[in-house]
């Protein structure tokens, strides 16, 4: 199973960015995917991700009507568009998926950073 991150980088605020997560050995479609960042001296939080039903999407408010995650269940991959980013969007992004049949099924990326600072 890999779950890897890219996209991440240095952006001003105000900026976009978009992260992108490139999923293998598993069954893409059968699991929900979702968007954890961690800052540093902070706890891992959820910043967006899809219901278990694996088509509605679900927001952090602190980036509700700023992010956009979308999937491709072709590609097997999963996407953070991040608008109107702000200093304290800076954190590492991680890619986690959650089985919609075996809950105790779930993997994570390594992580990617953004770090929003003029």
């Known amino acids: 199973v890999h779950l890897v991150e890219s996209g991440g980088g240095l952006v001003q605020p105000g900026g976009s960015l978009r992260l992108s997560c490139a999923t293998s050995g598993f069954t893409f479609s059968r699991y929900a995917m979702s968007w954890y960042r961690q800052a540093p001296g902070k706890e891992r939080e959820f910043v967006a991700g899809?219901?278990?039903?694996?088509?509605?999407?679900t927001y952090a408010d602190s980036v509700k009507g700023r992010f956009i995650i979308y999937r491709d269940n072709v590609k097997n991959m999963v996407y953070l568009q991040m608008n109107s980013v702000k200093p304290e969007d800076t954190a590492v992004y991680y890619c986690f998926a959650l089985g919609l049949d075996d809950r105790t099924s779930n993997y994570w990326g390594q992580g990617t950073q953004v770090t929003v600072s003029s």
């Open positions: 899809f219901r278990s039903t694996g088509i509605m999407t």
